[in-house]
Nanobody
């Protein structure tokens, strides 16, 4: 059974940084595309960044390109999202998700974590 557990959310002032972690179990990283999504109140869920370890490729949404970095630690089965230069509009619940494919995908994910809340104050 695939399980994804996010952590690392919290409150931070604008311009600050946070690192989110997603502990994954029940699957092999190289067989999945893994990524980070977020949903702010009243807004649609947005795909932020995804990674395919088997392809060695990454995707970043324009809204976070240059500020956020996705990475993985295969030994720990963990995916990270390093978030820098945070803005109030980054306030949202952040989710980790996975899709059963070795290719780079950042939509129609198969499995989801429960999310972690990030609040950025001005």
């Amino acid at each position: 059974e695939v399980q994804l557990v996010e952590s690392g959310g919290g409150s931070v002032q604008a311009g600050g940084s946070l690192r989110l972690s997603c502990a994954a179990s029940g699957f092999t990283f190289d067989d999945y595309a893994i990524g980070w999504f977020r949903q702010a109140p009243g807004k649609e869920r947005e795909g932020l960044s995804c990674i395919s370890r088997s392809e060695g490729s990454t995707y970043y949404a324009d809204s976070v390109k240059g500020r956020f970095t996705i990475s993985t630690n295969k030994a720990k089965n963990t995916v990270y999202l390093e978030m820098n230069s945070l803005k109030p509009e980054d306030t949202a619940v952040y989710y980790c998700a996975a899709k059963r494919t070795g290719s780079l995908y950042c939509y129609n994910m198969d499995d989801w974590g429960k999310g972690t809340l990030v609040i950025v104050s001005s």
